[in-house]
């Protein structure tokens, strides 16, 4: 049974930092590449940051670069998503996922097919 666990999320004030974590298990952490997606209230499910296999190909978000840095321990089982520079329009749920098709965008969410449950950031002015 595959599971992605997300944590670190929070409450925090416009500049602040926050650490994402995804713990994985059920799988090999080092076939799937890795994303993180997020979704804001009443909006939908936007990608913010993906990673291949061994951790050397990264692609994020116009909005999000310079700022966000997503990264991976294979042997922890474990993805990252480190947040700098937190604005209020970072408020959203965060996910992770899992894809095992090499073939499309990092940025395609229907390529993913574990996902996580999610976990809340909320960013104040």
């Known amino acids: 049974q595959v599971q992605l666990v997300e944590s670190g999320g929070g409450l925090v004030q416009a500049g602040d930092s926050l650490r994402l974590s995804c713990v994985t298990s059920g799988l090999t952490l080092s076939d799937f590449r890795m994303g993180w997606f997020r979704q804001a209230a009443g909006k939908e499910r936007d990608f913010v940051a993906g990673i291949s296999r061994n951790g050397v190909i990264t692609r994020y978000q116009d909005s999000v670069k310079g700022r966000f840095t997503i990264f991976r321990a294979n042997a922890k089982n474990t993805l990252y998503l480190q947040m700098n520079t937190l604005k209020p329009e970072d408020t959203a749920i965060y996910y992770c996922?899992?894809?095992?098709?090499?073939?499309?965008?990092?940025?395609?969410?229907?390529?993913?097919?574990?996902w996580g449950q999610g976990t809340r950031v909320t960013v104040s002015s």
């Open positions: 996922a899992a894809s095992s098709n090499y073939s499309r965008a990092y940025s395609d969410p229907s390529s993913y097919a574990y």
